[in-house]
């Protein structure tokens, strides 16, 4: 008996169902693969013959767990920059394509952590299993997207804060040769940011063991750590490894630059980050120019830097403030790599080895120095003291200057000489002691109303460390206002001079300034 057509079109129906099912749930044994094979290695560099379907900037793995980047595309052959130790491949060693480009771990799991630009632990503990992940090389925000730089990252250095300030969202270079105080200045900005709602990244390319550690041990003592992620190449890894690593941390700070947070992000320093760049193009035979650089050092630091920004409030308004460092030799800011960089950024701190040496710390050359921003990204109540200060002081260097010489000096000249001996000696600052806004709101008034102008040089750290005590006397109304960006009036100018002047009778001298040339220098107010 034949089954009705009803009938058999459900059995049909079941079985193909069934197939269908079994279908989706089958998995093939051996899937196809792409597979090149290593026909030379070389210190941080692998050639590569096959895989016709590589893109630019694929990652690729070796044998070993070792990864690497497919930077140059030739029609015979891939040049690739390896992420790993190049002693671990050998030639003939198989080649295989992953598929995606290089990215990174990404999220809150990172605060606090020191970490490889792999995203591989270095401080012992768990490894960062986070599932998000944002590649190294991304597109910086577009114009539109981008908000004017209005509000100031205090750095906590009076030096900085009221001559050289920076805003949220700023690109500022900070440079100056070996051994002057580059990286002190970024760890100072980077412990000033405690209680501030201030995510931090600092950067360490290409940096001795040694060194990173004692900045990390400083961080962890200051209790710096819990908003900051380390990222760490030192001077024996693969130049690879320094050349993704800003990358790398740029992403980092970047989630969280999108998620609605202020972000500081150091990168210590380019100088050896071209470098690396440098040495992986020789080796691929990409063409020298200047220097030895390659032609495209420029392009690769400003796609770099591009991506610092301050966010418009309908993306979040969060900002990405960066600090790249660059070392000079003898001083030379006409260089090739310091001039790309100055150019690129919107301003820079120069350290002076010259008042390093005379004990001016931090050694920053206000006349070199340079904010593209400048009182746009200052509270209102540092812009009614900065300009009197900058004036008065850059007036006492070309005076100093010529007072060497012997010359007989007039009264006036010489009270400017002896008031300019105290805004060095008031812009100097211990290192890894941030003040706050109160306190170099008060300092820096009392300076330029004079009232240091009587107190001998040798007790300036202790004047100051009296005024510091005194701010916290100052009504909580008038520092909510100056903190918020609230003008000084002339009414908040007296009770803040009075309260100075109160402070500093104990050390004020009878017989007031001290003669011209008994200046005493100490390598640390």
């Not at 490894?127 to 209005?150: G, H, K, Y």
């Not at 990168?267 to 980050?273: E, G, K, V």
């Not at 006397?473 to 009036?489: H, K, Q, W």
């Amino acid at each position: 008996m034949t089954p009705p057509p009803k009938a058999l079109s459900r059995v049909f129906d079941d079985a193909f169902s069934q197939l269908q099912q079994g279908r989706e749930k089958f998995t093939p044994q051996f899937a196809p693969r792409e597979v090149g094979l290593v026909s030379g290695v070389a210190t941080g560099i692998a050639k590569v013959t096959g895989l016709p379907g590589v893109g630019s900037d694929e990652l690729l793995m070796f044998p070993g767990d070792v990864y690497g980047i497919a930077f140059n595309i030739d029609a015979d052959e891939i040049g690739v920059v390896l992420l790993g130790d190049s002693w671990r491949i050998h030639a003939g060693d198989e080649v295989q394509r992953t598929g995606r480009v290089m990215d990174v771990s990404v999220g809150d799991e990172l605060r606090g952590r020191v970490i490889d630009p792999l995203g591989r632990p270095l401080d012992g503990g768990r490894p960062v299993t986070r599932a998000q992940r944002l590649p190294i090389e991304r597109s910086a925000a577009s114009i539109m997207d981008r908000a004017p730089v209005t509000v100031p990252l205090q750095t906590g250095l009076k030096a900085i804060d009221a001559l050289v300030p920076i805003g949220r969202g700023q690109r500022e270079l900070i440079l100056g040769d070996r051994q002057t105080g580059k990286t002190t200045i970024a760890i100072d900005t980077i412990l000033n940011q405690r209680d501030k709602n201030v995510i931090c990244v600092y950067c360490a390319i290409g940096q001795r063991a040694s060194a990173v550690a004692k900045c990390v041990a400083t961080l962890r003592e200051k209790g710096a750590m819990e908003y900051t992620t380390v990222v760490v190449t030192e001077g024996n890894d693969p130049p690879g490894l320094a050349y993704i690593a800003p990358y790398a941390a740029t992403s980092i700070a970047e989630h969280f630059m999108e998620a609605g947070h202020d972000v500081l992000i150091v990168y210590d320093d380019l100088t050896q980050h071209a470098r690396a760049y440098r040495e992986l193009s020789l080796l691929l035979r990409r063409p020298p120019g200047r220097e030895a650089f390659p032609g495209d050092i420029f392009y690769l630091h400003s796609r770099l830097l591009e991506r610092a920004t301050r966010l418009c409030p309908e993306l979040g308004g969060g900002s990405l403030t960066a600090l790249p460092i660059i070392e000079t030799e003898a001083q030379d800011i006409s260089a090739y790599i310091p001039t790309n960089l100055i150019s690129i950024t919107d301003g820079q701190i120069y350290l002076s080895p010259s008042l390093f040496e005379l004990g001016v710390l931090p050694a920053i050359d206000v006349g070199k120095s340079v904010s593209r921003v400048g009182g746009k990204a200052q509270l209102a109540a540092y812009r009614a003291i900065a300009g009197d200060l900058k004036l008065a002081y850059a007036q006492f260097e070309e005076l100093e200057s010529f007072s060497r010489f012997g010359a007989r000096l007039d009264e006036p000249t010489r009270k400017s000489i002896e008031h300019g001996r105290r805004i060095r000696a008031c812009l100097k600052q211990p290192e890894f002691s941030p003040v706050s806004v109160r306190s170099q709101v008060v300092i820096l008034l009392a300076l330029t109303a004079g009232l240091f102008d009587s107190v001998p040089i040798d007790v300036m750290p202790e004047a100051e460390r009296a005024l510091s005590k005194a701010a916290i006397d100052i009504p909580p109304e008038l520092c909510t206002r100056f903190e918020l960006g609230a003008e000084l009036n002339e009414t908040d100018r007296k009770t803040i001079t009075d309260l100075a002047r109160q402070a500093l009778i104990s050390f004020q001298s009878e017989s007031g300034a001290q003669p011209s040339g008994t200046e005493k220098t100490s390598p640390q107010s």
